[in-house]
């Protein structure tokens, strides 16, 4: 992440997975949740995240793929 900021690139891409995530859609909510637009190889999705609860558009992420972006999503928004 921090090359992709070094850089100036918009997109970061999850590491092992599909997904390219647009760093500059990254907003926290609150204390713990996050909004997002996420390319998933066919159009650009907005989405939500709870970094607390692990919650990915307000249910557990289905696959590794969806837990990845959930981990990404929350480390732009919050940090390590």
């Known amino acids: 992440m921090d090359d992709a900021i070094e ?3 918009t997109t970061i891409t999850v590491p092992d997975t599909s997904y390219e995530l647009y760093y500059p859609s990254v907003a926290p909510e609150g204390p713990y949740g996050v909004s997002f637009t996420v390319n998933t190889g066919t159009s650009a999705v907005e989405m939500t995240a709870d970094c607390q609860e692990g919650l990915l558009d307000g249910r557990v992420p289905q696959t590794a793929e969806e837990a990845q972006l959930l981990n990404a999503a929350c ?4 940090g390590e």
């Open 75 to 78: 480390s732009v928004a919050f």
């Open 7 to 9: 850089a100036e690139v």
